[in-house]
């Protein structure tokens, strides 16, 4: 008989995040009240790993170090947000369904309230997964184990609110390029932060914080050694919680769907481990913090999307039907924001890549507000890649996306409509603020605001009759070229659907919601703006590049140029303009 699943009760503070009513803005008056909890998940020897699909299910021998349910709530008035940090491998909506109902039984909380998340530790128990697929990522279910984990969650979860005491926010930003790599594409690298979201009580201590980063935690040689352990963000955790006399310290993964920790070189895995979470913990420790900002609008948004159809493939371009892929894996998953003040957490049910995460970010950054991301949580949907890494097979992250190549798309669409009904009525105007345009002489001069979608809008808007001139002159020029009417217009749309088609894939999601509002504000077609913009690469060309930086600016910022060489035939050199693009959440640039 198996033992029972241990949990230890180690209570310190509680967090919680009040939210005002829907639809409600202004803060509500109080003092904001933190706390956090933590309680042991780890599962009796004999419980199956959960991380690599290679065990099947293969059982443990012990424990190396202990897996812990993490909790943090925040609090202002009478409204509460909850966040718990599970070291599993991944939740899904089942898991998050039973903690909830678990932690509502002692106290009252709205489910939009509420964010389960996983470290993705793949050395994590096993077991708790129902779905058909998670089988082989964590072994057969045990209704016992499920049980007794969702417990220790939630166990963590009201400890959590019953622990809150008056308490100020601080907040810090750090950069670790230096100890994150991109597993994926190696040469692809985005700026890389380790972000603190940390609470002090009256007597200057820290209660608990959050901490988010992203990093796959597959250090730990669990392969080998097939024994339970919360790899670095355990680690890490712990180490400071040593630090600040056991206040909770919560890790949140991000976008890391795509990225691992970049160790120094040696072959003793479990001390790379140990050091890699240490060497976290001691920028975390010697950050400098600011106050954080929550003092602004709160609000929580859950919504529950219809999912693209599967497209698993098997191998190639072989791949399972549909109406069978979408009978294992989920068709409908929750997206989830978090409005603190100056901050938006945005949740994603899975792993998304640096690429897709830096994206959402710098989009969501348009609004004024500061992007928190966690992957991981409320559920589990595999990989989202970009639309050209989606048919590189040679990729696991490639192969192991399932909802398609508009998948990406998708979900950075679904997370930036969450972001903005988050806004209040008056940062929604200033995203909406119009466009203005001015005339040096003959050229034109815009002054472009807003998201992606709204400076492409205002720019078709303003310059309607110089687009619709321009589009008439370059299709004018090829029909020109094969003088036979309406073969000649036939020809040309293919051709310039077919370059398209090839362009998509490097087209980055702004770009795309640029074009689409230069289409709606000119009244030119979707169809004829994408044949527009795939013209350039039909043709060889000699544009001149450059991009300048350090020393060679004065400044030390960057300066990128592109001379386009079009066919003055064309008369699209008659046609140029300036364009001042307002970012109000990363830098400025001209175009």
Same mark, same amino acid.
């Given at each position: 008989m198996r033992r029972p699943l241990p949990i230890s009760r180690g209570l310190v503070f509680a967090l919680f995040f009040l939210v005002?009513?829907?639809g409600a803005f202004a803060a509500e008056a109080g003092t904001l009240r933190a706390g956090a909890a933590k309680s042991e998940i780890t599962p009796a020897a004999g419980t199956p790993l959960s991380g690599y699909?290679?065990?099947?299910?293969?059982? $443990?021998?012990g424990t190396h170090d202990p897996?812990?349910?993490?909790?943090?709530?925040? @609090?202002?008035?009478?409204? $509460?947000?909850?966040?718990t940090s599970l070291d599993l491998c991944l939740v899904d909506e089942e898991l998050r369904a039973a903690v909830?109902?678990?932690?509502?039984?002692?106290?009252?909380?709205?489910?939009?309230n509420f964010v389960l998340t996983a470290t993705h530790t793949h050395s994590g128990a096993g077991a708790v997964g129902g779905r058909f697929w998670e089988r082989f990522i964590m072994g057969k279910f045990e209704k016992k184990v499920f049980e007794a984990l969702t417990s220790a969650a939630a166990e963590s979860g009201v400890a959590a609110l019953d622990a809150e005491v008056p308490v100020r926010a601080e907040y810090a930003q750090l950069r670790i390029d230096d100890l994150v790599e991109n597993r994926m594409i190696p040469k692809l690298r985005y700026p890389q932060f380790l972000k603190i979201l940390r609470f002090k009580d009256g007597k200057d201590a820290v209660a608990g914080q959050l901490l988010f980063m992203a990093a796959h935690p597959t250090v730990f040689p669990a392969k080998e050694k097939m024994e339970f352990s919360a790899d670095y963000p355990g680690v890490l955790a712990a180490a400071l919680e040593e630090k600040t006399g056991g206040a909770v310290s919560v890790f949140v993964n991000g976008a890391a769907g +795509?990225?691992?920790?970049h160790l120094p070189d040696g072959d003793d895995k479990l001390s790379k481990?140990?050091?890699y979470g240490r060497a976290l913990a001691e920028k975390t420790a010697a950050a400098s913090f600011s106050p954080a900002g929550l003092e602004g609008p709160w609000e929580a948004v859950l919504e529950r999307v219809k999912l693209p159809r599967t497209q698993v493939r098997i191998s190639g371009p072989f791949k399972i039907p549909s109406l069978i892929g979408n009978r294992f894996f989920p068709r409908k998953t929750f997206f989830q924001g978090l409005r603190l003040g100056d901050f938006v957490l945005l949740t994603f049910p899975g792993e998304i890549t640096s690429e897709i995460g830096h994206e959402i970010e710098a989009q969501a950054a348009e609004s004024g507000l500061r992007p928190l991301l966690a992957g991981y949580a409320n559920d589990y949907l595999a990989y989202v890649v970009p639309r050209r890494y989606y048919r590189d097979m040679e990729q696991y992250?490639?192969?192991?996306?399932?909802?398609?190549? +508009?998948?990406?798309?998708?979900?950075?669409?679904?997370?930036?409509?969450?972001?903005d009904k988050l806004l209040t009525a008056e940062e929604k105007a200033a995203m909406e603020a119009p466009g203005t345009l001015e005339w040096q002489g003959e050229l034109p001069v815009l002054l472009l605001h807003g998201s992606a979608y709204h400076q492409g809008f205002e720019e078709g808007r303003l310059m309607k009759d110089k687009i619709h001139s321009g589009v008439d002159g370059i299709f004018g020029y090829f029909r020109g070229q094969i003088p036979v009417p309406l073969v000649n217009r036939l020809i040309i749309r293919s051709i310039g659907n077919r370059a398209?088609?090839?362009?998509?894939?490097?087209? @980055?999601?702004?770009?795309?919601e640029t074009i689409r509002g230069l289409s709606d504000g000119s009244g030119v077609s979707l169809g004829t703006m994408k044949r527009i913009h795939a013209l350039p690469e039909l043709f060889p060309a000699l544009c001149t590049n450059g991009a300048y930086w350090g020393k060679a600016t004065a400044d030390g910022r960057l300066i990128a140029l592109r001379n386009l060489d079009w066919n003055r035939e064309m008369g699209v050199h008659k046609l140029a303009a300036i364009k001042f693009h307002d970012s109000r959440g990363r830098e400025d640039f001209v175009n």
């Open positions: 005002p009513a829907s699909g290679k065990l099947r299910g293969k059982k $443990t021998r897996l812990f349910a993490r909790s943090l709530a925040f @609090s202002r008035g009478d409204k $509460t947000f909850l966040i909830l109902r678990k932690i509502h039984e002692k106290r009252p909380l709205a489910p939009e +795509d990225l691992r920790p481990m140990t050091a992250e490639s192969r192991v996306s399932f909802y398609g190549k +508009d998948m990406a798309w998708f979900a950075q669409k679904k997370m930036l409509a969450i972001a398209w088609k090839k362009m998509e894939p490097y087209v @980055s999601y702004e770009e795309y």
